[in-house]
C-alpha cells in the first residue's frame, strides 16, 4: 500500500479513465497518478464490432495500457477493485492491495443488466469486452461447423438462427453485423447463406426508441433489410426465458418459442457493483443507482471524489450514457484535478452532442451530424471509420492506426498523388459530408505530414 499523501487514483481505464489520465499526462499534473483497471487493454468499444468482424486488429481497437501510458509518468494497475472506502480515502482490490488516495476518479462504468429475465445470465451471450467478442466468435464458428453436418433440416436451422435481444443501438448494430458476415463465413464452408436467420426482439414497437440514435430509425429499418440476409425484427416482444436452445417471449397474451443455439444479450445496463455498494445515501444516486455529481463531476458529499462516464449524472443534465459524453468529462476531471493540485478555480463540465454514427453492415453506416443532416450507406460507415480512427488514444497510436486505415479504405487512390493541396479536398470529398469531411480530413492529413516528419527522423 502507498502512502503518498497527495496520490491520485482512477478506477477504471476506460473512455473516462483513460482519457482523464491521457490528458493528466499532457497537461503535466503535478500529482502521481496511478490508473487501475481488471483488464491489460483499453478497449475502444464503439470498434468493438469490428475487431468481432475481423475487419480491424486488436492492436487498433484494444490496446495495452502499458502501450498506451508509455512514458506518461502514469502508474498503470491490473487488478480488479473490491470497494472503496470513502470515509478513509481507501480503495480496495480483490489482490489484496489497498491504495490510499488524496483524490479519487470513479470511472467503473456499468454492467450488463438482465432484468431478471429467467436463464438469461447463464445462457446468453453479451457483448461488452474482447473477451464477449473471442467467445462469440468461437460460439458461431462451432454452430457454423455442426449445422454442416447435420441432416435434419429443423435442427440446423436452430443452429444457424441467432437471436439479438435488445433493439437498442448495440442490438442493431450486432444483428446488422451478424447479418452480412455470418452468410459470408457460411458460404465459404460450402452452406447455404441464405439458411442463416437473425432475429432482432425488441420490447417496444420501434427499435431506437427513446435513444440518442432515434432519428436514425427509419435508415436504421431500411438498412437493417439491405444486409447478406435481411434481419427479421420481432417488434412488441418480451423475453420471459432464455434456454440452452430457445428464446421464450411473449407477443400479447401470447407465449411463444424461437429456436436457437445462439442468444446474444445488448438488452440493457445496470450499474457497477462497487459503485451500487458505496456508501451513499439513495438520495445522491439516480433511480438506476448511477451517483449523481455537481456540474464540475464531484460528489456533493465526498468533493475529493470525481465520477463521470456511464456510472455518473450530472445534477440538472440528461447526457445519454456514451463515449462521446465520458470522452468530454474525462477532460473536465483532468481540469479540474489539476486546479485543485494548483489551487485553481474548477469548471463545470460542458458537453456537446455532435452527432450520432450507427454502423449498420460490414461497410454501411447511418450518420446524424449536427442534428441537421442524416447519411447513410458507405459514406457515413467512411465517417464513422475516420472519426473513431481521430478519437483512437495517444498520438502515436493514433498515428499507426490511421495511416493504416488511410491506405486500406479512405484515401488509397490518393496516396500516389504528391500534391497535398488537391489531396485534401479530394479526401474531404470522399469522405463527402461537408464540414464533419474537412475537418477529419485535415485531422488526417496533418497525421499523415507528422507521419512522413516521423519516418524521417
Ligand atoms: C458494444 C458497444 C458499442 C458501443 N458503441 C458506442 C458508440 O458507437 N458510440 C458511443 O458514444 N458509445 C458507444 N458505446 C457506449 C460507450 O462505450 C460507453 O458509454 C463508454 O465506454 C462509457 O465509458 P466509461 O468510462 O464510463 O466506462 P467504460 O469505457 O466501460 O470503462 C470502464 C472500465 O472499468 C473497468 N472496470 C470495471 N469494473 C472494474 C473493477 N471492478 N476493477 C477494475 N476495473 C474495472 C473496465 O475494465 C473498463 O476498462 C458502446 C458500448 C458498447 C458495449
Known sequence: MSNSVYQTVILGGGFTGLFTA?????SH????????????????????YEYFSGQMEAPQVIPRFSELLCD?????????????DLQNQKVNLVSGNSYQYSNLVLAL????GYFGTEGAQVHTLPFRTQQDAIAIDRHLRDCLQRAL???????????LTVAVVGGGPSGVEMAATLADFLPHWYRALRGNPQEIRVV????GQEILKGDINDPLRSIAETQLQKRAVPVEILA???VTAVRPHAVEYQRGDRTETLPTATTIWTAGTATHPVIKDLAIPPDRKDKHGRLQVTKTLQLPDFPEVFAGGDCAVVAGSSFPPTAQVAYQQAATIARNLKAIALGGELQPVEVNIRGTLLKLGLNSAAANLFNTLELEGETAHLIRQATYLTLLPTPIHDLKAT????REEIFQQYLHNQNVGKKVVQAAEVVGAGVVGLLVARRLLKMLGDDDKNQKT
Not at 200 to 203: D, R, S, T, Y
Not at 403 to 406: D, E, F, P, R, Y
Open 403 to 406: 495511416a493504416q486505415w488511410l
Open 149 to 159: 453436418q447435420i441432416a435434419d433440416p429443423q435442427q440446423r436451422l436452430q443452429l
Open 236 to 238: 412488441g416482444v418480451e
Open 200 to 203: 432482432l426482439l425488441n420490447h
Open 72 to 84: 506518461s509518468g502514469i502508474i498503470f494497475v491490473q487488478d480488479t477493485v473490491e470497494a472503496v
Open 109 to 112: 462504468g456499468s454492467v450488463t
Open 29 to 48: 499534473y503535478p500529482r502521481s497518478v496511478i490508473l487501475i483497471d481488471q483488464n491489460d487493454r483499453f478497449c475502444f468499444k464503439p470498434l468493438l
Open 22 to 26: 491521457l490528458h493528466l499526462a499532457h
